[in-house]
């Protein structure tokens, strides 16, 4: 099957090319290189030194004997999606390509602007490329589970039966995003959803929880395609910061008490999650919604097994409670379905197992290229 990764030169993206490449997809990577340009210009970098684009699938036929065609392009340039579309021929559209950071979407107007814009005119853009080119492309979105927010009920997958007046429905769960990039992918969810309705388009939309983890088993096979290690106050996600920080004798930047409870996934569960997303396609006018994660911890659990691991490790390390610079409940109820993609084979990885190998291990050998000042959070909600 020929798929597109769009995004592939980021985190989640290349280790999916890599993995479906190797489980003998044809794949192509669509990526307009922004990532790398929004680091520069932020000052920060990934901790793992990751090579050029070019560099990396060059590597990835040396050893693998297989080619991903590579597209450098914005997917919010119509003519550029055009072009790939005529060429590549997809039969799915596998779509990480956004702007994905919270804290990123909240630093200003401006940048809440650009991720809602971008975010929001690549999907339309994808969407009605699949309409102009083969209605039965599947198209795989990557959506978050920060969609629902953190409602006093149990989070079902994409849909609640409600009853209301004597009479029931089947409708889309309400959604209470957290920050202005949550909100674009709402924006992405209705938009795609309408588009099944009106036009019979084919999605799944994956409300994935943060993914953790540098390893997969294709990415391990030499330095030059490793996965990037975000730890900085801006993209580094709360447990790779945690480790980075032990790895370094910083304390654990725990926001307020640490009891904001998120769903978390391995990325070799990621990688595997797309597959079967994409061998099982969505029926044609479907819009299809999984809940993509595996297990479920709060930040002070996240600290806690930080400690633990790294404790075990040698390593000295104390919590550090800052004030919040988010807007957010301390503590909450939080129960989120995830049995339908388990339910289509997926066999996950354990954070306890995951820890020490995909992520502890990385930071430790790294830790040189730490630069401290990006650690302490500056961006704030209000
Ligand atoms: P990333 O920033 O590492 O990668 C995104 C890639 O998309 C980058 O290489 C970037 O250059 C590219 N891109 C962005 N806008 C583009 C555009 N308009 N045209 C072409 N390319 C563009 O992000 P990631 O962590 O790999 O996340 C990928 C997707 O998964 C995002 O949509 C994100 O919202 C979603 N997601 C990520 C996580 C996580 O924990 N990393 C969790 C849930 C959902
Ligand atoms: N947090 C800390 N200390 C830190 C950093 C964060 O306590 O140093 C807290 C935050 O306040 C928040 C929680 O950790 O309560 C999670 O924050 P995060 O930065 O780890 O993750 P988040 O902002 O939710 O975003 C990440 C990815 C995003 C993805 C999302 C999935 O960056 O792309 O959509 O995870 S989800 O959380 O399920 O929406």
């Known amino acids: 099957m020929k798929v597109i990764v769009i995004g592939g030169d980021g985190y989640c993206g290349w280790a ?20 790398r340009h929004w680091d520069l210009t932020l000052g920060v970098d990934t901790l793992t030194p990751i090579a050029p684009i070019r560099q990396r699938v060059e590597r990835w036929h040396e050893l693998s004997g297989r080619r991903i065609d590579l ?33 990123f979407s909240m630093i200003d107007r401006e940048h809440a602007v650009l991720t809602q814009v971008g975010n929001v005119v690549g999907n339309l853009n994808l969407l009605f490329a699949i309409k102009e080119f083969n209605k ?35 409708l889309p769960y309400p959604k209470q995003p957290g920050s202005f990039y949550h909100l674009s992918k709402v924006h992405d969810s209705h938009n795609i959803q309408f588009v099944c309705r009106i036009w019979g388009l084919r999605a799944t939309d994956l409300n994935q929880g943060v ?7 294709q990415t ?19 447990l790779n910061r945690f480790c980075v920080q032990a790895a370094i004798g910083h304390p654990l930047t725990v926001y307020g008490k640490g ?4 769903g978390f996934l391995d990325i070799r569960d990621t990688v595997r999650c797309i597959e079967i997303a994409v061998s099982n396609p969505a029926a044609a006018g479907e819009f299809r919604v999984f809940n993509q ?19 075990s490790e040698g390593m000295k390390i104390d919590v550090q409670h800052l004030p919040n610079p988010r807007v957010e409940k301390e503590e909450h109820y939080y129960n989120a379905k995830n049995t339908l993609l388990r339910d289509l084979g997926l066999e996950p990885h354990c ?32």
């Open 351 to 382: 954070l306890s197992d995951s820890l020490l190998d995909s992520l502890m291990h990385f930071a430790i050998r790294y830790k040189d290229r730490v630069d401290k000042s990006q650690i302490m959070p500056t961006v704030t909600w209000k």
């Open 259 to 262: 009891g904001q409870t998120r």
């Open 293 to 311: 994660f595996t297990e479920q911890f709060s930040v002070y659990d996240l600290a806690m097994m930080v400690y633990r691991v790294g404790s």
């Open 71 to 103: 597209f450098i392009g914005d997917i919010t340039d119509y003519p550029f999606v055009q072009n790939f579309m005529r060429a590549f021929e997809p039969e799915a559209i596998v779509h990480f390509g956004e702007q994905r950071s919270a804290p």
């Open 136 to 170: 039965d492309i599947h198209l795989v979105k990557l959506g978050t589970m920060g969609e629902y927010g953190t409602p006093n009920i149990d989070i079902e997958e994409g849909y609640i039966t409600i009853e209301h007046n004597g009479r029931s429905d089947r």
């Open 220 to 238: 391990a096979h030499d330095e030059i395609l490793v996965n990037r290690l975000d730890y900085d106050q801006v993209f580094g996600t709360a």
């Open 211 to 217: 993914v953790y983890g540098v390893l997969t088993d």
């Open 16 to 35: 999916t090319a890599l993995y479906l490449s190797e489980r003998g997809f044809e794949v192509g990577i669509v990526d307009s290189l922004i990532r």
